[in-house]
Each structure stands twice: as C-alpha cells, then as structure tokens.
C-alpha cells in the first residue's frame, strides 16, 4: 500500500477499541511481527493504539481477547491540567479558557449535569469564543456553552468571565495598592494583563516600581500563579521584557519568593 513506510516509522492506531472484533483480528501479525501480508515495518518501528476505558462514558468494546492482550502493554494516562495548559498555549486557544482552567483546574474534565467536560469541549468552546461576533456571543453563547460543556461549567465559567471583564490592568500602574484588594484569582489576571501592556508599551520600569510596593503583600498563590503565567506566554514583546529584567532587583525577589529561597 501507498501508505506503508520505507523508513523506520511510528504506527498510531487511534480508538483501538472501537474497532470491529474481525479488524482486530487482522491487527494480530502486525502487532506482533511488524507485518502486514508480505510487507514488513522497517526495523525501529514504533506501534502505538490509543483507546478510552470501557466505561459508561464511552460507546466502546473492553478488551478481553488473550490473544491480542498478550500482544500490547496497557499503560492508563491521566489528564494532566498543568501540562494541557502548556498545550493551550501552543495551540493559541482563546486566552479566557486558559485562565479559567489554570484557575480552576477542576473543571477541565468533570461530570457537567447531563453533559462530559474534557478537554476537547475546552478546545471546541475556544473555538466558538474565536468565531462567534459579540452581537452573536451576547445573545447565543450561554446555550452554546451548556451543550459544549455543560450547564454547571458553563454557569462558572460565563461568571468568570463577566468578572475578568471588569478587571482593568491599569490600576497596577496608577494604584497599585488597589490590586491587593482583589480575590487571589483576579490578582494573576491582573498584573498578568498589566505586565503584557507594559511589555508592548514600553512601560516596564512604571510596572517594576508597582510590583516593588505591592510584592511585599502579595500571597505567595498569586506571586506564583503570577510568575508561571508570564514565563509561560509565548508573546514575544512579554519574553524579550522578562529578559530585559533578569537583573531587575524586584524581579529577583518575586524570583526569589516563588522558588522558595
């Protein structure tokens, strides 16, 4: 076939057990022998299926043929929110559903009233957040979201965002005192929101000067939560500012504060 390697290759098998019994069957030489008729897989190739667990969530088959069992190693993965969330990133989803899972990590895969919220509902939701104008989102969005990920999620998630709408960064620079009054959650955003304008707008030596007046009061959650989210952005103008302020003595010391030194 076309399709078949002349160089050492990975084989995916995704939804390994959606497959019919007989196909699974035929996948028995190739598991085992790398072979598929007459064709071979070049020395050093990878096999590798993918499958949900047979449970009440998933319309799949459980695996009980010993013979095909024999032939594989079943190793469970669990989503993990932190590194899904560096996945996020690189895929540019929409900023607001970052925020909220980084937030609330708990929410990235639960049981949403009738509805199953995991990450592809994350990613299909920041797809409709992109795509939907805001005549449209206004109107439509909270029925969207209830089928996307469910009513419960979709009731804290609409609440944060009305709340991270209300945010304006721009108190980190005109009264910075005012960030500390703010919930733990809303503090990231903030100065997060504040750091990026500082970044673009040059204005890095008026952020340092409020973050020096406020770090010393800051919850360690938030220096924390604070710090990752900016070394983890991957806008350009926010990395060439964090190396322009390697040597900052208030950087150092929210540094300092986050490693536990």
């Given at each position: 076939?076309?399709?078949?390697?002349?160089?050492?290759?990975?084989?995916?098998?995704?939804?390994?057990?959606?497959?019919?019994?007989?196909?699974?069957?035929?996948?028995?030489?190739?598991?085992?022998?790398?072979?598929?008729?007459?064709?071979?897989?070049?020395?050093?190739?990878?096999?590798?299926?993918?499958?949900?667990?047979?449970?009440?969530?998933?319309?799949?088959?459980?695996?009980?043929?010993?013979?095909?069992?024999s032939r594989v190693i079943q190793i469970p993965f669990d989503v993990n929110p932190s590194e899904w969330l560096e996945?996020?990133?690189?895929?540019?989803?929409?900023?607001?559903?970052?925020?909220?899972?980084?937030?609330?990590?708990?929410?990235?895969?639960?049981?949403?009233?009738?509805?199953?919220?995991?990450?592809?509902?994350?990613?299909?939701?920041?797809?409709?957040?992109?795509?939907?104008?805001?005549?449209?989102?206004?109107?439509?969005?909270?029925?969207?979201?209830?089928?996307?990920i469910g009513v419960q999620a979709a009731k804290a998630f609409l609440q944060f965002l009305d709340g991270a709408k209300?945010?304006?960064?721009?108190?980190?620079?005109?009264?910075?005192?005012?960030?500390?009054?703010?919930?733990?959650?809303?503090?990231?955003?903030?100065?997060?929101?504040a750091f990026t304008i500082a970044s673009q707008e040059e204005r890095l030596e008026s952020f340092t000067a409020s973050?020096?007046?406020?770090?010393?009061?800051?919850?360690?959650?938030?220096?924390?939560?604070?710090?990752?989210?900016?070394?983890?952005?991957?806008?350009?103008?926010?990395?060439?500012?964090?190396?322009?302020?390697?040597?900052?003595?208030?950087?150092?010391?929210?540094?300092?504060?986050?490693?536990?030194?």
């Amino acid at each position: 076939p076309d399709w078949f390697p002349i160089t050492p290759a990975i084989i995916f098998l995704d939804e390994f057990n959606r497959a019919n019994p007989r196909i699974l069957g035929s996948l028995l030489k190739l598991l085992w022998e790398h072979r598929i008729g007459s064709y071979i897989l070049p020395t050093g190739s990878v096999i590798i299926a993918a499958m949900n667990p047979a449970n009440d969530d998933y319309e799949v088959e459980e695996l009980t043929d010993q013979a095909l069992l024999s032939r594989v190693i079943q190793i469970p993965f669990d989503v993990n929110p932190s590194e899904w969330l560096e996945w996020a990133r690189e895929k540019n989803l929409n900023t607001a559903v970052i925020d909220f899972i980084r937030h609330y990590p708990e929410w990235l895969i639960t049981t949403s009233g009738e509805v199953k919220c995991n990450p592809r509902a994350w990613e299909k939701t920041s797809q409709v957040l992109n795509g939907l104008s805001k005549q449209v989102a206004d109107e439509f969005l909270p029925l969207v979201l209830n089928r996307l990920i469910g009513v419960q999620a979709a009731k804290a998630f609409l609440q944060f965002l009305d709340g991270a709408k209300s945010l304006d960064p721009r108190i980190v620079f005109d009264n910075p005192t005012e960030v500390l009054g703010l919930s733990a959650d809303k503090q990231i955003i903030v100065l997060e929101r504040a750091f990026t304008i500082a970044s673009q707008e040059e204005r890095l030596e008026s952020f340092t000067a409020s973050l020096a007046v406020i770090l010393p009061k800051l919850q360690k959650e938030v220096a924390v939560g604070f710090y990752r989210n900016i070394l983890g952005n991957k806008d350009e103008k926010v990395q060439a500012a964090l190396k322009k302020l390697l040597a900052n003595p208030t950087f150092i010391k929210l540094a300092l504060m986050v490693t536990n030194i």
